[in-house]
């Protein structure tokens, strides 16, 4: 945790701009877990829509990890050239003192937060030790502060500084593990689906105290996304693997991140404004049953 609470401004995001264009023009996003991935496609989809942007990840440089390729040497610095200011903060989600202070930053350099995209998380406890029998005490914890906990922190912080203007946007990333029971697993990824569906039932109950002072509160629940670091896992940067996945889903592809992206755009503008509460299913129909 040596990185969390360090702030690392983007080039020009102190400078001023000219005012943006689009449904979220001169609003201010914060995204964790925005260093690569479906969070790096969040925040350079809502910088699109006209927002700046706060780029949380626990490393700024995670997307070297995966060998995810970028367009300019940060995630902050694609955002400025989308004609947006942007900041890069590296904490840890999982460490309160450290979310509190990424937060107060954000507000003190853009002057108001708007929308919180809680996309900070993962499976990465080990498969074969995540049956719910016998997964350890550790990799329960480690997942529950990844996926929920953080998620709790980050909203707190960012409500507080909500409540005053009477409006804002939060949307968490939830899984399909976390509605629905996937039998084809045996019950793996316990540890990971118990985190998700905490996350939904948060989503849920933050909706029903919050809605009240202006703010929204939603999920999404993403599944078969191409990322590098998916790609890799599942064999999908092969053609033939691709393709004999698909075949499964109802909409014969795997989704890309702007599919999810364009998902968290209805969220975060005024298109759900009588939304709140809910879980949208991103998977292209490949689970059809209640959620």
């Not at 499976?123 to 480690?142: F, G, K, N, Q, T």
């Not at 053609?239 to 969220?267: N, S």
Request: hydrophobic share 45%; net charge negative.
């Amino acid at each position: 945790m040596s990185e969390s609470g360090a702030l690392h401004a983007a080039a020009g995001g102190g400078r001023g701009r000219a005012r943006g264009t689009g449904p979220l023009a001169d609003q201010v996003a914060l995204v964790t877990g925005a260093g690569r991935g479906l969070g790096r496609a969040y925040a350079l989809h809502l910088a699109s829509l006209g927002a700046d942007i706060v780029v949380n990840d626990i490393r700024l440089d995670s997307a070297a990890d995966v060998g995810e390729s970028l367009s300019a040497p940060t995630v902050m610095d694609e955002v400025e050239a989308l004609g947006r200011r942007a900041i890069g903060i590296a904490a840890d989600v999982r460490d309160k003192a450290s979310v509190d202070a990424m937060v107060d930053e954000a507000v003190g350099v853009f002057g108001r937060l708007d929308i919180l995209v809680n996309n900070a998380g993962g499976s990465l406890a080990p498969h074969d030790r995540s049956y719910p029998s016998i997964m350890p005490e550790e990799d329960v914890r480690w997942m529950l502060d990844l996926n929920l906990l953080g998620a709790i922190f980050c909203s707190q912080a960012a409500i507080r500084h909500m409540k005053p203007r009477r409006a804002g946007r939060i949307v968490n990333a939830a899984a399909h593990a976390g509605i629905t029971v996937i039998a084809e697993w045996g019950g793996s990824l316990a540890n990971y689906s118990i985190a998700k569906t905490g996350l939904v039932h948060y989503t849920r109950l933050l909706a029903a105290e919050v809605g009240p002072h202006g703010i929204r509160v939603n999920a999404i629940a993403p599944a078969s996304v191409h990322t590098v670091r998916v790609d890799a896992a599942t064999g999908w940067d092969d053609p033939e693997r691709e393709a004999e996945w698909a075949r499964q889903i109802p909409l014969p592809r795997i989704g890309t991140p702007l599919d999810v992206a364009r998902v968290v755009e209805f969220l975060v503008t005024d298109l759900s404004g009588y939304v709140t509460g809910q879980c949208i299913s991103v998977c292209g129909g490949l689970y059809l049953g209640p959620s």
